[in-house]
């Protein structure tokens, strides 16, 4: 109904937004922080009260995805 439409558009404007991928490297830091451990950050203070497991290197990718990129088409 009407009222709610106002209520909706109300509270749409208020909204704030934020963007989270302006920094340049922001898709290396969010696959960094995929794994647990962290691929890089050494999270001393959890360690200190949860056993992580050890953190193991960076393994190359293969098989079939491995190096896969997105297609790109030419009109």
């Known amino acids: 109904d ?3 439409r106002r209520t909706i558009e109300d ?5 704030e937004k934020i963007e989270t ?3 340049p490297k922001f898709q290396a830091h969010f696959v960094a922080a995929m794994g ?6 050494p999270y001393t203070q959890l360690r ?6 050890a953190a193991k290197p960076a ?3 293969s098989g079939a995805r491995a190096g896969r990129r997105r297609a ?3 009109g």
Do not use: G, Y
Request: avoid cysteine.
């Open 2 to 4: 009407s009222d709610s």
């Open 11 to 15: 509270l749409v404007r208020r909204v």
């Open 21 to 23: 991928a302006i920094e």
């Open 36 to 41: 647990i451990p962290h691929s890089t950050e």
């Open 48 to 53: 200190k009260v949860v056993q992580l497991p």
């Open 59 to 61: 393994q190359p990718r």
């Open 72 to 74: 790109t088409f030419e």
